[in-house]
């Protein structure tokens, strides 16, 4: 019957046999379609992987910046034990007294400070600089302290301890994650869903703003995670994730998908990983906790950390550098609408 059919409507063969081979091509598009998606998931993963373990596993300190405060012979004594005792971890910079040693904590110059006095022997750390180096210091210095001064008992005075609500400091690097996440997801709908240049831009504004206000009210007003002027916190915040949006906007804009995967690799796969939110950059692997300072993400941990616990000491170059990157996605998304207004009258013509 169904020859017999076929053969008295050639046409509805031919017709279904079309239809079989545009099934089966569109089946096959579908798998290499799946096959490129599962291939690149992988190879996200191990970036991730590779870049997140190796800067943990590889971390320790480099050059961290430290004072020595006291009698001068003293002081260098203490200084070149150290740099024997772990070559290359420490900085060490020889103040005149106590309230130098002080100051160069309290003003983000320096991690920590040990002030030598004839009463005993102080040390300065700052557990909101970085929790784990002020606990290096709490075992380090004293250690070296005993081959220089033995009988000398040190006492450990933290000048920007952590938060009660955040004993361990673990709430500025844990909710950069996030932050980091949404800003690029939010970068990505606005550059993609959005065409007109003003409502890109108010979009942007908006959602910075909103990130600004939701996040501080999460980080200080409801966990209690930051201290010092609400209004300097939810600033930083807004920068850094207005940054981040921006820059995906405009790369979304530019280049699409392949935009978005490079902002993913520079701002999160390479940005976090080499921070050093939950450690130190001084402790990432060199140079890359250095340049990593110069993006988003780590400009954002300082700038928040300076802000919150030292009055802004030390926040003037990571705003510098949120303030510049937000520029730059914004500036890249007016020149990209600008270059397509300017090619349309080409075309038509």
Same mark, same amino acid.
């Given at each position: !019957?169904?020859?017999?059919? !076929?053969?008295?409507?050639?046409?509805?063969?031919?017709? =279904?046999?079309?239809?079989?081979?545009?099934?089966?091509?569109?089946?096959?598009?579908? =798998?290499?379609?799946?096959?490129?998606?599962? =291939?690149?998931?992988?190879?996200?993963?191990?970036? *991730?992987?590779?870049?997140?373990?190796?800067?943990?596993?590889?971390?320790?300190?480099?050059?961290?910046?430290?004072?020595?405060?006291?009698?001068?012979? #003293?002081?260098?004594?203490?200084?070149?034990?150290?740099?024997?005792?772990?070559?290359?971890?420490?900085?060490?910079?020889?103040?005149?007294?106590?309230?130098?040693?002080?100051?160069?904590?309290?003003?983000?110059?320096?991690?920590?400070?040990?002030? *030598?006095?004839?009463?005993?022997?102080?040390?300065?750390?700052?557990?909101?600089?970085?929790?784990?180096? +002020?606990?290096?210091?709490?075992?380090?210095?004293?250690?070296?302290?005993?081959?220089?001064?033995?009988?000398?008992?040190?006492?450990?005075?933290? @000048?920007?301890?952590?938060?009660?609500?955040?004993?361990?400091?673990?709430?500025?690097?844990?909710? @950069?994650?996030?932050? #980091?996440?949404?800003?690029?997801?939010?970068?990505?709908?606005?550059?993609?869903?959005?065409?007109?240049?003003?409502?890109?831009?108010?979009?942007?504004?908006?959602?910075?703003?909103?990130?600004?206000?939701?996040?501080?009210?999460?980080?200080?007003? !409801?966990?209690?995670?930051? #201290?010092?002027?609400?209004?300097?916190?939810?600033?930083?915040?807004?920068?850094?994730?207005?940054?981040? +949006?921006?820059? #995906?906007?405009?790369? +979304?804009?530019?280049?699409?998908?392949?935009?978005?995967?490079?902002?993913?690799?520079?701002?999160?796969?390479?940005?976090?990983?080499?921070?050093?939110?939950?450690?130190?950059?001084?402790? !990432?692997?060199?140079?890359?906790?250095?340049?990593?300072?110069?993006?988003?993400?780590?400009?954002?941990?300082?700038?928040?950390? =300076?802000?919150a616990f030292f009055d802004g000491a030390g926040a003037s170059g990571p705003l510098l550098v949120l303030g510049a990157w937000a520029l730059a996605g914004l500036a890249l998304t007016m020149l990209r609408h600008r270059a397509t207004q300017v090619a349309v009258p080409a075309d038509i013509n």
């Open positions: !019957m169904y020859w017999r059919v !076929m053969s008295e409507n050639p046409q509805a063969a031919v017709h =279904s046999q079309a239809v079989v081979r545009r099934s089966g091509g569109t089946g096959r598009h579908r =798998s290499s379609v799946a096959l490129l998606a599962v =291939s690149a998931i992988a190879v996200a993963q191990f970036l *991730l992987v590779l870049m997140f373990a190796w800067s943990s596993s590889r971390a320790g300190p480099r050059n961290l910046p430290f004072a020595v405060a006291g009698p001068a012979q #003293t002081a260098r004594g203490l200084a070149h034990v150290l740099n024997i005792s772990q070559p290359g971890a420490f900085a060490v910079t020889v103040l005149s007294d106590d309230e130098a040693a002080r100051a160069a904590v309290i003003d983000r110059q320096v991690y920590g400070a040990v002030s *030598l006095s004839g009463a005993g022997a102080r040390l300065y750390t700052a557990s909101e600089a970085s929790p784990n180096v +002020a606990q290096l210091l709490t075992q380090a210095v004293p250690a070296a302290m005993a081959r220089v001064l033995p009988h000398v008992a040190v006492v450990i005075v933290d @000048l920007a301890p952590n938060p009660v609500d955040d004993p361990k400091g673990t709430a500025i690097p844990t909710a @950069l994650i996030p932050l #980091t996440m949404t800003s690029i997801a939010a970068g990505a709908v606005i550059g993609l869903l959005l065409g007109d240049r003003r409502k890109q831009l108010a979009a942007l504004l908006g959602y910075a703003v909103l990130a600004g206000v939701f996040v501080t009210l999460a980080l200080q007003g !409801m966990i209690g995670g930051l #201290t010092g002027s609400w209004f300097s916190n939810e600033l930083v915040i807004t920068l850094g994730a207005g940054s981040i +949006a921006a820059v #995906t906007c405009a790369l +979304a804009t530019l280049a699409g998908i392949a935009g978005i995967l490079v902002t993913l690799l520079v701002a999160w796969f390479f940005g976090f990983a080499f921070s050093g939110a939950t450690t130190a950059w001084q402790l !990432m692997p060199a140079p890359w906790g250095h340049i990593a300072q110069y993006l988003p993400v780590g400009a954002a941990n300082t700038g928040l950390r =300076s802000v």
